[in-house]
């Protein structure tokens, strides 16, 4: 086959692979998570009281494995994931509540990742471009 | 006696490590190292004399020595004995001067005659033994005498030698955790020589900047070094990774941790530094970069050790509480302020003008990832640090854990893996549109294939889909390289492929590492995309199904072991349909003497397709509670970074001289793509 002649092969089946994955993606998640996935879900997201900074989650300790119990019930009583954060950042207090989207802190701990990849691809851009220039002074 | 004498080894050890910095420096002018071969002797002698005494006392159970009655027990077996010599702080100080020393010597073994940077460089590394063995000659000191004792290990010890000593009847073991897997004697060395190793390229980094020698000397001195360190550190983190799997029973491998966080972080740093060094070496690019990428390295890895060692984690509020906490920051700041200072002192003379032909060329995707992985590295530390930050600024107390990192992490390390499939094939200077495509075109459909089957196979999670697509991306694209390169030599393919490894084992160690990353992305996303979480209650004899397996309680389980009681239950997986077993398991709950807490242990069943993760969550006897995880391709994550090792391993094959590489290329015609495949 010519290499035009590949390259339209390639091309119509990159494309109608590419079609299928943002048709099928976008058609979106269809399985809700299961109960004990969202137990996980939670009890990761909650720092465990005397663990070293563990999660619910992580920790192996008997206080962790008595509140993943009650996270168990409270999912199996219905209680929507918020409610349980709340419950949760009531009694412990938001500084164990690790995910931190509804803390005001929140946006200063995204911002300055970003800012930190806006301000190095700036400086990538000031090296190319002053190396063009340089390219231009003397060819 | 053994106390006495571990001492004055340190004291050796200390005066030594002096001795090879005041050498070092006197002799850095003329370059002549057979002035150090005596300090670097000593120091290496000595210091393999205080960990052998460690050793000696801790199997004779020598427990009027405060660390040895506190970390090991009468019980304790022998492969956690001798593990027990860095289970705890003081012990893991002496191994970390071990390592240290060794590479000293090692590295004096390469300094030839006239060789200033060499000898100055021994001088920066010897400076840095100072550091440690001055710690454990005062803080931090493993041989201090007990002279308290409680019912089983020790209460009160004296720094002083002399100080009559008793003796504490038992000792209290190691923390349970600790002797709950043989991988745990593996992963600490493992890490320190990963982290030690960096000392190298630092000690020349640091040399090449006060000696004003801004080439690529120091990068070709040290290459190797910093593969060795590199490869270390992975396997180290690694190894972690699947003692947490494997021992801590909650389903995980990684769960963001400070500690865990700590090891990662000078990772990131240190492979970007390996990539940014191609760079410089090969094109003259990136000096200054490389000369700050090597001292964040070298900064991080004591930044871990401050974070593991001085109590910040365990508490963010309590600020250093073991002694050698503010000692570890007060190094920090002097590692970072020191040489940052020298090379703020030296930039004028170090900045070149920049030559970036074009941004997309090999080096250009080069510094598009070490853009990505400083991003990444600098975002896990702010994370990890911004509790303490915020707490700092305004009193408030915020947590970080594993919803910020995971949700920071994905973006970063997609664009990671599409760039590095691209820049893998990449020549350098530039890479035309049209070149790129004909090397990229199969890689690309087959990566667009493989996420369309997928997402027809109802896979719905968008970045588990994406880093499929990248994974056969990123591996064909690899592959399609080699064989166009294979193909273009004359004679029998096999015969060809041994020689294009060969004359390029930098490059194509560097593509197995880079198609062991892409495996192991596709192990992390589908592990952690495509997992199933269940708990199920089971009453003895019942079955119950989770994700098509068949699980039965069979029955219960327990004895007792010189060490520890082990309480467990015997479970069978079996498929879907109940009726063929693929593996009998047996999650358990150990007890250890001197701790009350039972430390689950989790039980594993490896498949090809799924393993099943059994850990026991609560009941007994008749009726017990299981949580039952089913993790999709969890081997090919152990997998992947087994091959991104042997990739590290590979890459530091001497490359064959010129002379020899002429002598075979005379007789065919050297394809021109040869060249454009070569990375250095």
């Known amino acids: ?139 | 006696m053994i106390a006495l004498a571990g001492y004055l080894a340190i004291f050796i050890a200390l005066g030594a490590a002096i001795g090879i910095v005041i050498q070092g420096i006197r002799y850095s002018r003329t370059g002549d190292a057979s002035k150090l071969r005596l300090p670097t002797s000593v120091l290496l002698g000595a210091a393999i004399t205080s960990f052998v005494l460690l050793e000696i006392g801790i199997l004779n159970s020598e427990f009027s020595i405060a660390y040895i009655a506190n970390n090991t027990s009468l019980t304790t077996p022998l492969l956690f004995l001798f593990a027990g010599a860095w289970a705890a702080l003081e012990g893991s100080i002496v191994l970390w001067g071990l390592v240290l020393a060794g590479f000293i010597w090692l590295v004096w073994r390469q300094v030839g005659d006239n060789d200033g940077l060499g000898v100055l460089a021994l001088a920066v590394m010897g400076a840095v033994a100072v550091f440690w063995f001055g710690l454990m000659a005062t803080a931090a000191n493993p041989f201090a005498v007990c002279t308290q004792a409680g019912s089983i290990g020790c209460v009160d010890s004296s720094w002083w030698p002399f100080v009559e000593s008793v003796m504490p009847v038992d000792g209290r073991g190691p923390n349970p955790l600790l002797q709950n897997n043989f991988m745990m004697a593996v992963h600490p060395p493992l890490l320190y020589i990963g982290y030690v190793g960096f000392t190298v390229p630092f000690g020349f980094a640091v040399a090449a900047l006060i000696r004003g020698d801004f080439g690529h000397t120091w990068l070709d001195r040290t290459h190797r070094w910093s593969l060795i360190a590199w490869v270390f550190l992975t396997a180290g983190i690694l190894i972690g990774a699947w003692w947490s799997y494997e021992v801590l029973g909650w389903g995980g491998y990684w769960a963001w941790d400070p500690v865990e966080n700590a090891s990662f972080l000078p990772w990131l740093t240190a492979t970007a530094f390996i990539h940014s060094a191609i760079v410089q070496r090969r094109r003259g690019m990136l000096q200054a970069w490389n000369f700050l990428l090597v001292i964040a390295t070298f900064a991080l890895t004591i930044f871990g050790t401050f974070l593991t060692r001085s109590g910040v984690i365990a508490s963010v509020h309590a600020f250093s509480q073991s002694v050698v906490g503010p000692v570890l920051l007060g190094l920090l700041a002097v590692i970072v302020i020191g040489p940052l200072g020298l090379f703020i002192w030296r930039s004028a003379e170090i900045a070149q003008v920049p030559r970036l032909d074009s941004l997309s060329s090999r080096e250009g995707y080069i510094l598009a990832n070490n853009l990505l992985l400083s991003v990444f590295a600098f975002t896990v530390l702010f994370g990890t640090m911004y509790p303490l930050l915020v707490e700092a600024a305004s009193g408030d107390e915020v947590a970080v854990g594993r919803p910020f990192f995971d949700k920071a992490s994905i973006p970063i390390a997609l664009l990671l893996l599409l760039v590095l499939g691209i820049g893998a094939v990449s020549p350098w200077r530039v890479a035309t549109p049209k070149l790129l495509w004909e090397r990229l075109r199969l890689a690309t459909v087959v990566g667009l294939i493989a996420g369309a089957l997928a997402v027809v196979s109802g896979i719905d999670s968008t970045s588990v889909v994406l880093t499929i697509v990248l994974t056969f991306f990123v591996v064909t694209a690899i592959v399609v390289r080699f064989v166009s390169v294979v193909r273009s030599r004359p004679g029998s393919k096999i015969k060809a492929s041994g020689k294009v490894l060969r004359n390029e084992p930098g490059y194509w160690g560097g593509q197995m590492a880079h198609v062991g990353i892409a495996l192991m992305a596709l192990a992390i996303a589908t592990t952690g995309g495509l997992a199933t979480r269940s708990l199920v209650a089971l009453n003895q004899g019942e079955t119950a199904i989770v994700a098509g397996y068949c699980v039965r309680y069979v029955e219960p389980v327990s004895r007792v072991e010189p060490n520890r009681t082990v309480s467990g239950v015997k479970v069978e997986v079996m498929d879907g349909s109940c009726t063929d077993v693929i593996d009998t398991l047996e999650p358990r709950l150990n007890t250890y003497p001197g701790s009350s807490q039972a430390i689950g242990t989790p039980a594993v069943s490896t498949g090809f397709v799924n393993d099943v993760y059994l850990a026991i969550a609560g009941g007994s006897g008749e009726r017990i509670e299981l949580n039952v995880f089913v993790f999709p391709l969890q081997w090919l994550l152990w997998a992947g970074g087994a091959v991104v090792v042997f990739g590290g391993l590979f890459a530091m094959i001497p490359k064959p001289s010129r002379q020899h590489r002429g002598s075979y290329s005379s007789g065919s015609t050297e394809p021109a793509v040869e060249s454009e495949a070569s990375d250095e």
């Open chain 1, 1 to 139: 086959m010519s290499d035009k002649g590949k390259n339209l092969v390639f091309g119509v089946i990159g494309a109608f692979a590419l079609i299928v994955i943002v048709v099928g993606l976008a058609e979106g998640d269809s399985t809700a998570p299961t109960d004990a996935e969202r137990v996980d879900a939670l009890a990761s997201s909650i720092k465990c009281p005397f663990c070293n900074g563990e999660s619910l989650a992580e920790s192996q300790s008997s206080v962790a494995a008595e509140y993943r119990v009650i996270i168990t019930q409270r999912v199996a009583d219905g209680a929507t994931d918020d409610e349980v954060i709340d419950e949760f950042a009531a009694n412990f207090g938001d500084s164990y509540i690790l995910d931190t989207s509804t803390s005001r802190w929140s946006l200063a701990l995204w911002l300055v990742p970003v800012l930190a990849i806006v301000g190095g691809a700036s400086v990538v851009g000031w090296m190319y471009r002053s190396g063009k220039q340089r390219t231009k002074v003397t060819p």
